[in-house]
């Protein structure tokens, strides 16, 4: 955003907007995300209370840290400087497409907090059998992936749309932040669906984790409760 004259005070307000918003929800959540995906079938268990048996994968905290003690604040510093940029611009609040995207972002964001803690805290029965995932953690998953897609478009929009509209076009976007966007989505798309190679693996750990095999190294957290019902963490 750098031309001949230095940024406005409006202008380094938007742009702290844009990099922490960026920075939350195309690199740490991403990152969060591919955690989930690729150490889960790797990395050591630990118990986490010894009776009933409840085991979880070292992957689950990282996950769990990145997604809500690293991500939050910068989502929420993020916010609150777009909130400040449209105020001092007198724009009124969620009303154009850029802002009402941002605020379903940050609803869904905290929705998907809250159902991750509720997928690993509180174990519903899976009609799926003893053993198996619930449907919300498929939601989880699921509603996990929307939230990247939809964080992609609201940057491309930010970049190409809403900062010429709020700012003006007093100083351009440069080229570097449209490639970083880019690269960010083609890295992170790139990693996850190679990290679905792994799925199989996973689910035979799982399996033999509800037959009751003892629990390697490798293997992903499971619950296990007294009737030897086992379920994902
Ligand atoms: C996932 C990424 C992003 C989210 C969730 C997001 C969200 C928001 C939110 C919630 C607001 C305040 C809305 C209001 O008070 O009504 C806002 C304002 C703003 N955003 Fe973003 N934003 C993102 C990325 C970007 C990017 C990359 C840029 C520019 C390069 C940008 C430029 C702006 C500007 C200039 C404003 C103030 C003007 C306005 O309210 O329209 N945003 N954004
Ligand atoms: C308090 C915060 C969070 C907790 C406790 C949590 C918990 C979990 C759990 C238990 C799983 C495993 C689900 C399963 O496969 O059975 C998981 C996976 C996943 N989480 Fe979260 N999560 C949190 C935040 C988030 C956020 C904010 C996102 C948004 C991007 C997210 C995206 C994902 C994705 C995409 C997966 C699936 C990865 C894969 O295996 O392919 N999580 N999370």
Redesign the pocket.
């Known amino acids: 955003m750098a031309t001949s004259f230095p940024l406005q005070p409006l202008e380094i307000m938007a742009k702290n907007h844009a990099i922490l918003s960026t920075t939350g929800f195309l690199i740490l ?2 990152v ?3 955690v ?2 690729y150490a ?1 079938t790797f990395t050591p268990v630990y118990v986490v209370i010894p009776s009933p048996t409840w085991i979880s994968g070292i992957w ?1 905290p990282v ?2 840290v990145v ?2 003690f690293l ?1 939050g604040p910068v989502i929420f510093a993020a916010w609150y400087y777009g909130w400040k940029t449209s105020d001092v611009l007198g724009l009124g609040h969620f009303l154009d497409p850029h802002q009402k995207m941002g605020l379903a972002l940050l609803i869904l ?1 905290v929705l ?10 509180i174990k519903l029965r899976s009609p799926f059998g003893p053993g198996t ?2 449907p919300q ?2 939601f ?6 929307v ?2 897609v939809l964080a992609a478009e609201q940057v491309h929009y930010g970049l190409y749309i809403e900062w010429a509209f709020a700012t003006g076009g007093l100083h351009v976007v440069p080229m570097a932040a449209k490639r970083a966007w880019i690269a960010l989505i083609v890295i992170f798309w790139v990693l ?1 669906l190679a ?2 190679a792994l ?1 199989p693996r ?1 689910f035979s750990q799982e399996k033999r984790a509800r037959h009751g095999t003892p629990t390697k190294s490798d293997e992903i957290g499971l619950q296990n409760n007294h009737s030897g019902d086992v379920q ?2």
């Not at 159902?115 to 690993?120: E, I, R, S």
């Not at 989880?140 to 992936?145: A, E, R, W």
């Open positions: 959540l991403p969060g995300v591919l989930a995906r889960r689950f996950h769990f997604q809500l991500s964001y998907q907090l809250l159902l991750g803690l509720f997928t690993h805290f995932r619930s953690n498929y989880h998953v699921f509603l996990g992936l939230i990247l996850y990290g679905l799925v996973q994902s963490a």
